[in-house]
T-cell receptor
Framework: EDKVVQSPLSLVVHEGDTVTLNCSYE??????LLWYKQEKKAPTFLFML????IEKKSGRLSSILDKKELFSILNITATQTGDSAVYLC????????????FGQGTTLQVKP | SQTIHQWPATLVQPVGSPLSLECTVE??????LYWYRQAAGRGLQLLFY??????ISSEVPQNLSASRPQDRQFILSSKKLLLSDSGFYLC??????????????FGNGTRLTVT
């Protein structure tokens, strides 16, 4: 059965800290891994990773995929209170269903 | 550009009452459509998905059902709600063919409380 596991489940840091969120996956015919940020309502898309070792970066956020070890990390540098959210990781295979299998999420709280 | 509409935003329903949540997508054709549920403090659980009109696949056994009467319309229903149906329901879409190359796009969700 396909599964995605995130760690830690929750994290409390202070502004300016750097955080690393982890995501491991077991997905049949794996094609891509996606990261989302969820505040109050709908998750918003951050990154989609398909190739090993290629870092994707957007401002203070970056992410990388390791297809050999079946995991991904999401880094946030110089955290701000606005980074407080639930971060979701999801994997997808190559079937035409396009299903995403989500992890439990990591709840990040950034204190001033 | 593509947009996804989901309503209502919040809903409070008594146990045993029926449910109908609707989702529509604009600006794309033949999307894959999904219903996810998120319990408080948890990840997203896939409930149903559809790759075309009238084609519904269920991921988990439950008292909910889904229908896709039109290409860009996806409906989540129940004849009799249970307390355990409370949660945050998210509709989402993704490109049809080669959809694994595109991200999933979410509606704003419906927060359902069954009392």
């Amino acid at each position: 059965e396909d599964k995605v596991v995130q760690s830690p489940l929750s994290l409390v840091v202070h502004e300016g800290d750097t955080v690393t969120l982890n995501c491991s996956y077991e997905v049949t015919n794996f094609r891509s891994l996606l990261w989302y940020k969820q505040e109050k309502k709908a998750p918003t898309f951050l990154f989609m990773l398909t190739s090993s070792g290629i870092e994707k970066k957007s401002g203070r956020l970056s992410s990388i995929l390791d297809k050999k070890e079946l995991f991904s990390i999401l880094n946030i540098t110089a955290t701000q209170t606005g980074d407080s959210a639930v971060y979701l990781c999801a994997g997808t295979g190559s079937s035409n269903t396009g299903k995403l299998i989500f992890g439990q999420g990591t709840t990040l709280q950034v204190k001033p | 550009s593509q947009t996804i509409h989901q309503w209502p935003a919040t809903l409070v329903q008594p146990v045993g009452s029926p449910l109908s949540l609707e989702c529509t997508v604009e600006g794309t054709s033949n999307p894959n459509l999904y219903w996810y549920r998120q319990a408080a403090g948890r990840g997203l659980q896939l409930l149903f998905y559809s790759v075309g009109i009238g084609q519904i696949s269920s991921e988990v056994p439950q008292n909910l059902s889904a229908s896709r009467p039109q290409d860009r319309q996806f409906i989540l229903s129940s004849k009799k709600l249970l307390l355990s149906d409370s949660g945050f329901y998210l509709c989402a879409w993704r490109g049809g063919a080669m959809s694994y190359n595109s991200p999933l796009h979410f509606g704003n969700g419906t927060r359902l409380t069954v009392t």
